[in-house]
């Protein structure tokens, strides 16, 4: 687990235990490894607008429709590049990030469909973990941050995570 993950979920006092699973490579393998749903799996993308870092957290059977990120924060974001992702997620194996934003100073936006959620799964920084939280312990952790519908369910056809 991300030490900065692990120091912010016992400083906030969040109830939540990790889950192990075989090494995987992304959420959706995670999700299968975990024989979890992966609609219940919160998979970060990061976004950048040329000033400034976004996560959004989807999930992890979702697309992420960008002109609906863009539109609604009336900006002109692109997918952050791996090798920016490594240097902002300096604690968490590439495509491992936790879908907490917040504790690396990253404003979130977070899907709606998380709302009807009764256990949602983080990735933990590494490839063999999620960390389980309850809806309400979720929902703690999203407070103040913004919420928007801006994701769909993936086509398989075309695999992408952006729209």
């Not at 990253?106 to 933990?124: G, I, Q, R, T």
């Not at 973990?129 to 952790?141: K, N, S, V, Y």
Request: net charge negative; glycine share 6%; proline share 4%.
């Amino acid at each position: 687990m991300s030490p900065r993950i692990a120091a912010h979920l016992n400083k906030i006092g969040v109830n939540f235990d990790l889950v192990s699973h075989a090494h995987s490579r992304n959420s959706m393998q995670s999700a299968r490894m975990s024989k979890l749903p992966p609609s219940q799996i919160a998979k970060a993308v990061i976004l950048h607008d040329g000033d400034r870092y976004r996560m959004c957290v989807i999930p992890a059977n979702h697309r992420l429709i960008l002109e609906r990120v863009n539109a609604h924060m009336h900006g002109n974001y692109r997918l952050a590049t791996e090798r920016e992702v490594a240097m902002l997620f300096d604690d968490c194996e590439i495509g491992a990030v936790p879908a907490l934003g917040q504790v690396y100073g990253m404003p979130v936006s977070w899907e709606v469909e998380f709302n009807h959620a009764k256990d949602v799964y983080l990735e933990s920084g590494d490839h063999e973990h999620l960390i389980h939280l309850q809806h309400g312990a979720f929902m703690e952790l999203m407070n103040g941050q913004d919420h928007l519908h801006m994701s769909c369910p993936q086509d398989d056809r075309f695999g992408s995570i952006v729209h």
